[in-house]
């Protein structure tokens, strides 16, 4: 088993951690998961592991995002009901 294939696992396992883990411990994991995801796509026996490490950390980002909107949505009808 080479470095990059340790990569590759680490950096799945970390991904999916990040999806569940919040706050400044769930940012250092989610910024870990990206480097091992990206280091491990030049494992050959691996590779596969790490494109999937790297689609959970996309879907993370949509979650974000998605999560970021509502909250701003949320804000902006309470200023409403104020008025």
Not at 41 to 51: D, E, N, Y
């Amino acid at each position: 088993m080479s470095n990059n294939d340790n990569f590759a696992i680490a950096g799945f396992v970390l991904s999916i951690v990040g999806l569940f883990v919040g706050g400044w411990v769930g940012t250092v994991v989610w910024i870990a998961a990206l480097v091992f995801c990206i280091l491990g796509l030049k494992s050959s026996r691996h590779h596969g592991l790490a494109v999937a490490g790297l689609v959970f950390e996309f879907l993370g980002l949509v979650l974000l995002a998605l999560m970021m909107a509502g909250c701003t949505a949320l804000v902006g009808l309470g200023t409403l009901a104020v008025l």
